[in-house]
């Protein structure tokens, strides 16, 4: 063995479990939806409100009338975290 190998310092892994859930928090992100033409890839900006995003699909669909077909995007914010150990 080296004196580096003898030197180097060890790695120490801990095993915990983690939590994952929305995150509900009085600071967190706005849950916010958008939508896209599957047909153009044209789209509408996040918005809070669902109806807003979708009424801007009619509008587009109005548009352009061969463009039937569209995703909904969702963005929904996350809190991850490590529970201490008993």
Same mark, same amino acid.
């Given at each position: 063995?080296?004196?580096? #190998? $003898?030197?180097? @310092? ?6 915990? !479990? *983690?939590?994952? #859930? /929305?995150?509900?928090? /009085?600071?967190?992100? %706005?849950? &916010?939806?958008?939508? #896209?033409?599957?047909?153009? =890839?044209? =789209?509408?900006? @996040? ?6 995003? #979708?009424? *801007?699909?009619?509008?587009?669909? =109005? !548009?352009? /009338?061969?463009?039937? &077909?569209?995703?909904? &995007?969702? &963005? !929904? /914010? *996350? $809190?991850?975290?490590?529970? !201490? %150990? =008993?």
């Amino acid at each position: 063995m080296t004196e580096e #190998q $003898r030197t180097r @310092p060890k790695t120490v892994y801990r095993f915990a !479990r *983690w939590t994952l #859930q /929305p995150d509900r928090e /009085p600071d967190a992100e %706005p849950i &916010t939806y958008a939508m #896209q033409c599957a047909v153009c =890839g044209e =789209g509408s900006q @996040p918005e809070e409100d669902l109806a807003e995003a #979708q009424t *801007w699909t009619f509008r587009h669909a =109005g !548009r352009h /009338p061969s463009h039937h &077909t569209y995703r909904e &995007t969702i &963005t !929904r /914010p *996350w $809190r991850a975290w490590m529970e !201490r %150990p =008993g």
